[in-house]
């Protein structure tokens, strides 16, 4: 997905996204981000960075062209508060956390199947080897579990957070309008920093980056 950074805004759109962006990035008291405009048809926007005060904020041509300024502006109050929650950050460590975890935890599951089961004395032998694969297999499933859950949690802050810049109204139209649109997800690499996605059920629903939209919405209508 090719990003094209503002760096001199060209036309009243691309001033409008840069002045919108940086009075966000002010109230939420974070550095400016970079801004980006990608090529899709699709209604979509991503916040991505290495910290809160080192980050990107782009959205599509789709969405430009197909929600309204307030709608808009929504969309970019939730996408400097994920920069400003630091959720790019968040979400890395908790993989790079719980992947370390999944990695000791199925090797101390190997070693004690080895020893106490297979009475194995020296070194490792066959059993060790094969429980640490399956373990590693179930554990990371769970882990993925978890993960997802900690990126959707993540997702109802950010409407919090889009909310208090753009406010609630407008945050609100927007997902409506998201979910009119059923918009498509970003790539597999992107789609947990991209203000679209969900809409799976059942199992699915348990590695799932974002909520339903519907609940999304329900949440900042309940919300006093």
């Known amino acids: 997905m090719g990003v094209q950074v503002i760096e001199t805004p060209s036309n009243s759109t691309e001033f409008w996204?840069?002045?919108?962006?940086?009075?966000?990035?002010?109230?939420?008291?974070?550095?400016m981000p970079e801004v980006g405009i990608f090529d899709s048809p699709d209604v979509n926007a991503f916040a991505t960075g290495m910290s809160?005060?080192?980050?990107?904020?782009?959205?599509?041509?789709?969405?430009?062209?197909?929600?309204?300024?307030?709608?808009?502006?929504?969309?970019?109050g939730h996408e400097v508060a994920h920069a400003a929650n630091g959720?790019?950050?968040?979400?890395?460590?908790?993989?790079?956390?719980?992947?370390t975890f999944v990695m000791f935890l199925s090797r101390v599951i190997g070693?004690?199947?080895d020893r106490v089961v297979f009475k194995t004395e020296r070194g490792h032998g066959p059993a060790f080897f094969v429980t640490m694969i399956i373990a590693e297999l179930v554990l990371g499933i769970l882990a993925s579990i978890i993960v997802m859950w900690f990126s959707r949690q993540r997702e109802f802050r950010a409407d919090r957070g889009g909310a208090k810049l753009a406010g609630r109204g407008a945050m609100i139209a927007a997902l409506e309008r998201l979910n009119a649109q059923h918009a498509a997800p970003l790539p597999d690499k992107m789609a947990a920093f991209g203000i679209a996605g969900g809409g799976a059920g059942g199992l699915r629903r348990l590695f799932m980056t974002h909520p339903p939209l519907t609940e999304r919405i329900a949440a900042l209508k309940a919300a006093q």
């Open 111 to 113: 070693h004690l199947v």
């Open 87 to 99: 959720d790019m950050v968040t979400m890395a460590l908790i993989q790079g956390v719980i992947n």
């Open 52 to 76: 809160k005060n080192s980050s990107l904020i782009a959205v599509s041509s789709g969405l430009l062209q197909q929600m309204t300024r307030e709608e808009a502006e929504a969309v970019l």
């Open 17 to 31: 996204l840069m002045e919108t962006i940086r009075k966000y990035s002010a109230e939420a008291g974070i550095k």
